[in-house]
């Protein structure tokens, strides 16, 4: 089966959904949003990084320096009260779209 590409402007809320449970790293949330779907998207960590310095720009998330599993120094990210704020925001829209799209596209069609 195919790994499906990351839609343009989603990936921003799914990091945003990975940070609700818990801070982490960014190969941790990669390797989060990966398990959660089941292998079927294809995320790649430099958008995932991407994503994680557009976000703290925007006072969406912060960081801070951590030690990992494995010793090594990582940024380990968190969201914030905006970010939740956004997140919320966000998924009623997605939620929203993906229902009216889906609407369409099983539409039966109209008799002549």
Same mark, same amino acid.
């Given at each position: 089966?195919?790994?499906? %590409? ?5 990936? /921003?809320?799914? *990091?945003?959904? #990975? $940070? ?5 790293? !960014? ?10 779907? %089941? ?5 790649? /960590?430099?958008? *995932?990084?991407? #994503? $994680? ?5 925007? !006072? ?53």
């Amino acid at each position: 089966m195919t790994s499906l %590409s990351v839609v343009k402007g989603t990936l /921003d809320v799914l *990091v945003l959904r #990975a $940070l609700q449970w818990t801070p982490m790293h !960014g190969f941790e949330i990669t390797n989060w949003l990966e398990e959660r779907s %089941s292998n079927s998207l294809d995320v790649e /960590d430099s958008a *995932v990084y991407q #994503a $994680l310095y557009r976000m703290e720009e925007r !006072g969406l998330i912060e960081a801070e320096w951590g030690v990992t599993e494995n010793q090594r120094q990582a940024r380990y990210y968190k969201i914030t009260a905006t970010g939740r704020a956004h997140l919320k925001v966000q998924t009623a829209q997605w939620v929203r779209y993906a229902e009216t799209v889906t609407t369409i596209l099983t539409a039966a069609p109209r008799s002549a």
